[in-house]
């Protein structure tokens, strides 16, 4: 497996997102989903990121199991700061809130130290520098090694950058989510920053392999308006050219998009998630995939940035993001 730094961190070029393990694109299986991750490891796809809100922190617990005997091949990577409530979700950023989250994680997850915790929404009631001198203090005291923030404004980036260096930003990246061009790759480059694309499969949809009639009744996808039936109708007519020129590269439409991202920064860490091996094996293969250059462009021009019909989250959380 190829190797790609966040700021001063080093891990696989391709990272295992853990979100899917727990119910929330269906049902999946506990022992398939630790395979998964056992397999990871064997693969050299040491970056494995959960966080506290999957499953409301069954997701942690699931991930502490697999790691038992392998911890040293894992870097880990979890998050805090979005919070459920019975009134909704929400944000809590505040310093005594990151103790308490980051200590809880150690927990479930069974371990002393986390290696990459983020930040996973910011709180705009809370000043970034709070926020972070908290995360600082953890690491002082050996609690985390590296802090990592996610979906966040660029201005509030350098902010927090000031604070304490940020080795990753986490958000979502993707040729079908393409808003990180405008100005967060930038300011990552300046910084020294790595940039960590989640969903970089468009939640499955690049895969070519998703539809209303393979998303389960409670699949969290159906709150999001991209995947409305309407949206759909108008997305899919982009998988046609996505499989053709994959099929150029000798390639799956995944790894394909997989290996786009890759293109794009040499700081770039694409974050597909799974909770099966079939995918994370096809999916690892994209690191050693090199599109040629009229690949990329051809992919450059049938997907261009604003082309995906629907907003990326439903609107409430949207009201969350780039902060």
Known sequence: MKRRKLGPLEVSAVGLGCMSMTPIYGEPSDSEA????????ELGVDLV??????????????????????????????????????????VNGKPDYVRQACEA???????????????????ATVPIEDTVGAM????????????GISECAPATLRRAHKVHPIAALQTEYSLWTRDAEAELLDTCAALGVGYVAYA????????????D??????????????????????NVALLPTLQELADKEHATPAQLAIA???????????????????WLEENAKAADL??????????????????????????????RLGI
């Open 105 to 123: 994680s150690l927990k479930r997850l069974d371990i002393d130290c986390i290696d990459l915790y983020y930040i996973h929404r910011v709180d």
């Open 34 to 41: 630790i395979a998964t991750i056992h397999r990871a490891a």
């Open 136 to 147: 600082a203090r953890l690491k002082d005291a050996g609690k985390i090694r590296f802090l």
């Open 200 to 211: 970089p499969l468009g939640r499955g949809f690049l895969t070519g392999t998703v539809s």
């Open 290 to 319: 090199s599109p040629a250059p009229e690949t990329l462009a051809a992919l450059d021009r049938a997907f261009p940035p604003g082309v995906t019909a629907g907003t990326r989250y439903p609107e409430a959380q949207l009201k």
């Open 213 to 234: 009639a393979t998303l389960a009744a409670k699949d969290r996808r159906r709150e999001h308006p991209r995947f409305f039936a309407e949206n759909m109708a108008k």
């Open 49 to 90: 990121d959960t966080s506290d809100v999957y499953g409301n922190g069954r997701n942690e617990e699931l991930v502490g199991r697999a790691l038992k005997g392998r911890r040293d091949k894992i870097v880990l990577a979890t998050k805090f700061g979005q919070i459920r409530s019975p009134d909704g979700a929400g």
């Open 260 to 278: 786009w991202l890759l293109s794009r920064r040499p700081f770039i860490v694409p974050l597909p998630g799974t909770s099966r091996r079939r």
